[in-house]
């Protein structure tokens, strides 16, 4: 086990994923942050191919993910007191995840339906519930300033006291995948911790919509919010080390702002399921900046295989290659 010691921050679900084919996606390209849709007919029964039981979770599935690759991983995460809370706790055991600085909170533990649909992409409805309610306590605090590295996750509940509290830290370096929720805040909200921040990696849709949380690129046109170095650029300038972003079937991009660099998704031999892959290749990407000493070429070759990996199997905490599988020529 690599005795560095990392802490993943955020949330643990258990999932439930249904599978159809009826579905339909619709190009909808005018729409700058929801350029693709899956819509169904209202009022129709739709057809279930088949239904799966899971574990997700952006913290979790990163603290897998790593803890699979070797590492020495601790979660800070919240569930509740029913059954539920109980079998996400022994999930990230068997990970050999440590479990130290996992909260218990009175309630219901999280929860995640997940519909896949065609080209088994997926849409993500999540109860929050006992993820809501994470806070970090003194004796956390310390355990925190400890670390090397921390990878903070999607946030719910008091979120800006977990960020504030993380970004008072000066050892660790902190790589973020923020949630839909601080998106929504903006960037006047967000700076201070990207200032913070060692790696911010996003989707080009989570990306599109942190630069138009600034006021004045809502003025710019389609063509240039889509263009990824023009998205990598903002963002650099806002303070980050590292940005990523992961464009699905056409790869990922980074900028450190000396480099750019790019990498093409690794074709996996089947497409099964999308849930967690965001999650594997942002994690595996830090894994890479220590395993290969801040190779950003090296890291990002690495996180295309492992999010291959993950890809082609059902539910987000499966695929993960091992520290033994970690191919040696990248």
């Known amino acids: 086990m690599n005795n560095l010691k990392i802490i993943t921050i955020g949330g643990s679900t258990e999932d439930i994923s249904v599978f159809t084919e009826e579905g339909v996606l619709i190009d909808n390209k005018e729409d700058i942050l929801r350029q693709n849709l899956l819509a169904f007919e209202f009022g129709a029964k739709v057809k279930v191919n088949k239904s799966k039981s899971s574990f997700g979770g952006g913290a979790a599935n990163a603290a897998a993910c790593l803890s699979s690759l070797g590492f020495n991983v601790s979660i800070l995460t919240a569930v509740g007191s029913d059954d539920r809370g109980v079998r996400i ?3 990230l055991k068997d990970f050999g995840v440590k479990s130290k600085l996992i909260k218990k909170i009175p309630g219901e533990s999280s929860f ?27 004796n956390d605090l310390r355990l925190i300033s400890s ?5 903070v996750s999607s946030l719910s509940g008091s979120w800006q006291d977990v960020l504030n509290k993380i970004s008072s830290t000066n050892k660790a370096k902190i790589v973020w995948n923020p949630g839909g929720v601080q998106l929504k805040a903006g960037i006047k909200v967000l700076k201070k911790y990207l200032e913070r921040t060692y790696v911010l990696s996003l989707n080009k849709d989570e990306a599109i919509e942190l630069v138009l949380s600034n006021e004045y690129y809502r003025g710019k046109d389609h063509k240039f919010l889509n263009n990824t170095k023009n998205l990598l650029h903002v963002l650099k ?9 992961t464009k699905g079937q056409n790869g ?29 290749f942002a994690s595996t990407f830090l894994a890479g900046l220590v395993l290969y000493k801040d190779d950003i070429k090296k890291a990002l070759k690495l996180a295309m295989y492992n999010a291959a990996s993950v890809i082609e199997m059902e539910g987000a905490q499966r695929g993960y290659l091992t520290k033994k599988k970690i191919p040696k020529n990248l």
């Open 89 to 91: 706790v022994k999930n």
């Open 112 to 138: 995640s339906f997940i519909l896949v649909g065609p080209e088994n992409e997926h849409i993500v409805f999540s109860d929050r519930a006992a993820n809501n309610h994470l806070r970090i306590e003194d």
């Open 147 to 151: 670390a090397s590295w921390l990878y």
């Open 237 to 245: 300038e806002w303070g980050p080390q590292i940005v990523v972003i």
């Open 252 to 280: 990922a991009e980074v900028y450190d702002g000396t480099n750019y660099y790019s990498e093409k998704a690794i074709k996996a031999k089947r497409t099964s399921d999308t849930t967690g892959v965001g999650d594997a």
